[in-house]
Structure formats: C-alpha cells, structure tokens
C-alpha cells in the first residue's frame, strides 16, 4: 500500500511539474507592467457598441463580425474594444457597456454599414501591456484596478473609460486616457 502511494505522489508531483512548465511557457508568470506614455494622436476606433451582460453571446458575435471583417481586410487596423465604467450594481450582475471595433491605420478608411467611428484624442496614456497568452493572462479587471492605482500613486485623473488593443494572442494593451 505504501508502495501505491508513493507512486501516485510521484505521479502527482510530475503532473504539477508538467503544470506550472506549461503556465511558465505560455506566460503566466510574467508580471504585467504599467506605465504613463505619451499617445501617437487621435486613435480612432470604427465598431459597434454593445450594451449587456458579458456573457451574452450576443457580445461574441460583435466580435467574431469584426474579427471577419478585419481579416478579409475591410478594417485595416487593431482590433480591440472600449470598456466603459459602469455602476457597481451593473458590474455586479456582469454587465458592460463596450464599443468592440478595429483601431484604424488607415484614416481614410469607409465604415461598414452600422459600424460608427469613436475617436480618442489623449496626450497621455497609462498602459498596460499582457505579454502571455490569453488562457493564463490576468483578467482585464484586474489589469484596471493595477492601473488606476498606478494613476492615484501619481495624482493623475483618468477618463472613465479603457481601450483595449489585441495585438495578438499573447499581447494585449490596456491604455486610459489621462485627462
């Protein structure tokens, strides 16, 4: 019987090895980083807006209808969104207000039909930067409140808001504007 259990203790210690090597190599143990940078300009984000719980698939379906448009090349850009700040009531009930979009590169760019333009015009920013991949990254919520005590440690207000740019599958940026 001792004999079992050493082996299945064996087996166990391997698999959390396993474990905590894959969560390392994805990243999930780089730290994330904020910073206070200087924006590029107006940022312009053509999309839509969606108001609702986060988990209505209604909200995966604006996504997934950007993600085709960009990668047929009609919105040549970033894709991201902005989150909007909402009450503590809706946020406890899983609520957001968001406008999912592409970050233009192209200024001369046509929207689709039903898609709006949001542009942000900040000279500073506090960013944020995700470098692992989506499955172990930090909640987005959690990069927020990072940031905005990283915005009250320096005395500076923010914009009510934050803008999200998915860079790809193991880097996303979390900017919001100093005002």
């Known amino acids: 019987m001792n ?10 210690v391997g698999l959390a ?5 894959v969560y390392a190599q994805l990243g999930g143990f780089k730290p994330v980083a904020v910073y206070l940078v200087r924006s590029p300009g107006p940022q312009r984000l053509a999309g839509a807006s969606f108001e609702g719980n986060a ?7 604006l996504f997934q209808a950007v993600r085709q448009l960009h990668q047929r090349g009609q919105l040549r850009g970033t894709l991201g969104s902005i989150y909007y700040e909402v009450s503590p ?10 406008f999912v979009g592409v970050w233009l590169a192209d200024s001369a760019a046509s929207l689709p039909r039903g898609y709006r333009l949001r542009t942000v015009g900040a000279s500073r920013l506090v960013q944020a ?3 692992s991949h989506f499955l172990v990254s930090p909640l987005p919520e959690k990069v927020q409140v990072a940031m905005r005590e990283y915005a009250r440690q320096r005395k500076l207000q923010t ?4 803008m999200e740019k998915y860079l790809n599958d193991e880097s996303i940026t979390l ?3 100093v005002k």
């Open 129 to 131: 930067r995700i470098e």
């Open 3 to 12: 004999k079992r259990l050493l082996q299945i203790s064996v087996a166990l």
């Open 55 to 61: 988990r209505d698939s209604r909200l995966d379906s």
């Open 89 to 98: 009531e809706r946020r406890r009930k899983g609520e957001v207000s968001a």
């Open 175 to 177: 900017e919001t504007p």
């Open 159 to 162: 914009e009510n808001f934050v």
């Open 17 to 21: 090895g396993l474990v905590l090597a």
